[in-house]
Nanobody, 121 residues
C-alpha cells in the first residue's frame, strides 16, 4: 500500500506558473504508476496527466497539453506537475493518484487529500 500527499497549491494570476508535488510513502514507489486529477466546484473529477512507473511514458488531457508537464523522481518518491500558462479555468482541487501497475487505470487505488489551485484573471 502507498500513501500520497500533495503540496504546492496556491493562488496565482492568469499566465502564471505553479509546481505541484506529490510525495509517496513506501519502498516500491518505482513500481507505481502516478497521475494527477482535478475537480472544480460543481464538476466531476477529471483526468489531468499520468506517468508510467518507470517514468518513460506520459499522457495528458487535451486541455493541458503544452502547458503542464508531469515528471517523477523515483529516488525521492515524488511526482511533480509543472503548470505553466495557467488559466482561470484551471482553478480546482488537484489530486495525486497512485496505482501498483505500469500504467494508471481509470480508477487508481490510492488518492491524496488534494491541494487547491486558484487562478485569478
Amino acid at each position: 500500500q502507498v500513501q500520497v500527499v500533495e503540496s504546492g497549491g496556491g493562488s496565482v494570476q492568469a499566465g502564471g506558473s505553479l509546481r505541484l508535488s506529490c510525495a509517496a510513502s513506501g519502498r516500491t514507489f518505482g513500481t507505481y504508476a502516478m497521475g494527477w486529477f482535478r475537480q472544480a466546484p460543481g464538476k466531476e473529477r477529471e483526468f489531468v496527466a499520468t506517468i508510467s512507473a518507470s517514468g518513460r511514458d506520459t499522457n495528458y488531457a487535451d486541455f493541458v497539453k503544452g502547458r503542464f508537464t508531469i515528471s517523477r523522481d523515483n529516488a525521492k518518491n515524488t511526482v511533480y506537475l509543472q503548470m505553466n500558462s495557467l488559466k482561470p479555468e484551471d482553478t480546482a482541487a488537484y489530486y495525486c493518484a497512485a496505482h501498483g501497475s505500469t500504467y494508471l487505470p481509470r480508477t487508481p487505488d490510492f488518492w491524496g487529500q488534494g491541494t487547491q489551485v486558484t487562478v485569478s484573471s
